[in-house]
């Protein structure tokens, strides 16, 4: 009987520090965590650091939970004597496992080191392999990513050799504009120069803008169209808010001021004709 009592008392104080574990994780994250970074990190750089860090932690302190109770379980009913055999056969058994599983020891190892390197965080948006997504989980085995379609990908640690971080630190709001080849291109630039530095001065997108978008150079051109590239740096994560303003701004003006928008031709594959016998 005190053995059945002994392990519902495991099972509920087992539940109870399973439940607490997250928040107490999530507490210190948000106090000693950002106490000590917070001179040295972006806020949304902190947060996503934070929020990897707090998930990470709160998966070993479960497991952790998890192998201690059921380890005074399973001592309730052997005697250290009874469990000395047993533990020396696992031994050979996890010798004989660990040369199966090279691959799972790459991928922790590999995780470890994404994670202490802050390669990339919980809510970058970053490219593997050449797929790309924001990221949604990081494990010291695997990185789950969800593209734009909402397909969910996942990637072992181990094979991550080359990662691109689009929202690490800063970001870049660069896109090009295509206008007639008779347009006036230093009249042109004036006015998107002009317009990036609204935008940028304005209440709702002063904080996302860190440089306004202005013209930078041309780029190709056709007989039909000539390319300008604009270009400005945004907060992580807000390049792509702050170009589909800008281009539905520019768009404005430029009918306004009656700026042709240049035309790309498009490339039409050729066809091949048969020969017909005589």
Do not use: C
């Not at 007639?180 to 997108?205: F, H, Q, Y």
């Amino acid at each position: 009987m005190e053995k059945f009592t002994s392990i519902t008392i495991f099972i509920i104080v087992g539940a109870i520090v399973y439940w607490l574990g997250p928040a107490i994780v999530n507490w210190l994250m948000s106090h000693v965590f950002v106490t000590a970074y917070q001179r040295t990190l972006h806020k949304k750089d902190l947060e996503k650091r934070q929020h990897t860090l707090g998930a990470l932690f709160t998966n070993v302190w479960r497991i952790l939970t998890v192998v201690f109770v059921l380890y005074l379980i399973f001592v309730q009913f052997f005697s250290k004597e009874a469990l000395a055999p047993l533990f020396a056969s696992a031994g050979i058994i996890g010798v004989a496992f660990g040369f199966g599983a090279q691959s799972l020891v790459k991928d922790f190892l590999s995780g470890v080191f994404i994670i202490s390197e802050n390669q990339y965080r919980v809510g970058d948006v970053i490219e593997i392999e050449g797929f790309g997504g924001t990221v949604e989980r990081i494990g010291v085995r695997s990185t789950v990513i969800r593209d734009v379609d909402g397909n969910v990908h996942y990637f072992p640690n181990g094979m991550v050799q080359h990662v691109i971080n689009k929202t690490m630190g800063y970001s870049m709001a660069r896109f090009m504009v295509a206008v007639a080849p008779d347009t006036d291109i230093d009249r042109v630039s004036k006015m998107i120069d002009k317009i990036g530095l609204t935008l940028a001065d304005e209440d709702d997108w002063r904080d996302k803008i860190l440089e306004a978008p202005h013209y930078v150079m041309m780029g190709d051109f056709t007989s039909t169209a000539v390319n300008l590239i604009v270009s400005g740096k945004t907060q992580p994560s807000d390049q792509w808010s702050v170009v589909a303003e800008m281009r539905r701004r520019i768009l404005d003006k430029f009918e306004e001021e009656n700026v042709t928008i240049g035309t790309v031709p498009m490339t039409i594959a050729p066809t091949t004709t048969s020969k017909k016998k005589r």
